[in-house]
């Protein structure tokens, strides 16, 4: 079974721009989660989604905003981006825990953002 | 607060040497305890997970992990690092009913002497 897939790999982008960024789950999948990685700050978490819903937001500007579709797929866009929004974006995606007990978590191998 | 403890920021260990990764956890419910590892430039891989019952835990590459609710700790270990096990080591909680989201530490970066 194909992993997750996220889109671009890598991206430069200029202060004042917006970016989208797309991940695939794997299939069957139907959660999606985002988060932030950054060497200052972690991983962070950005927001889920589940049946095209948003269920669930971390602590993050409305800059940062995000969508599912009826194929689970999923895009996170920001707008105006900043310097600081450089960092490593990772989507990952599971099965709903009333299949497994609890979201396990699969990760893509990330967007690497760069805002100059 | 929710939080994640991992308080050794760099390991170093030779090759063959056995290996103990720490991790503390404050988690309001049931915790859902996960590690994960990362090399450099690629995305993050489930090594194990505990959700409940016997707790020690095995997962794939050797690894292994012991949850103590008495010490809110899910240490991770191997009895045997090959060079291949260099990486970033991250512990995570949560994930349970409907909160769709992981809770991660700052992470513990593994290097191997040879």
Known sequence: KAGVTQTPRYLIKTRGQQVTLSCSPISGHRSVS????????????LFEYFSETQ????????????????NSR???????????????????????????????????????LTVT | ???????????????????????NYSY???????????????????LLKYFSGDTLVQGIKGFEAEFKRSQSSFNLRKPSVHWSDAAEYFCAVGGGGSQGNLIFGKGTKLSVKP
């Open chain 2, 1 to 23: 607060a929710q939080s994640v403890t991992q308080p050794d920021i760099h390991i170093t260990v030779s090759e063959g040497a056995s290996l103990e990764l720490r991790c």
């Open chain 1, 55 to 70: 269920r669930n937001k971390g602590n993050f500007p409305g800059r940062f905003s995000g969508r599912q579709f009826s």
């Open chain 2, 28 to 46: 309001g419910a049931t915790p859902y305890l996960f590690w994960y590892v990362q090399s450099p430039g690629q995305g993050l891989q489930l």
């Open chain 1, 74 to 112: 999923s895009e996170m866009n920001v707008s105006t981006l900043e310097l600081g929004d450089s960092a490593l974006y990772l989507c990952a995606s599971s099965l709903h825990p009333s299949e497994t007990g609890a979201y396990e978590q699969y990760f893509g191998p990330g967007t690497r």
């Open chain 1, 34 to 45: 985002w988060y932030q990685q950054t060497p200052g700050q972690g991983l962070q978490f």
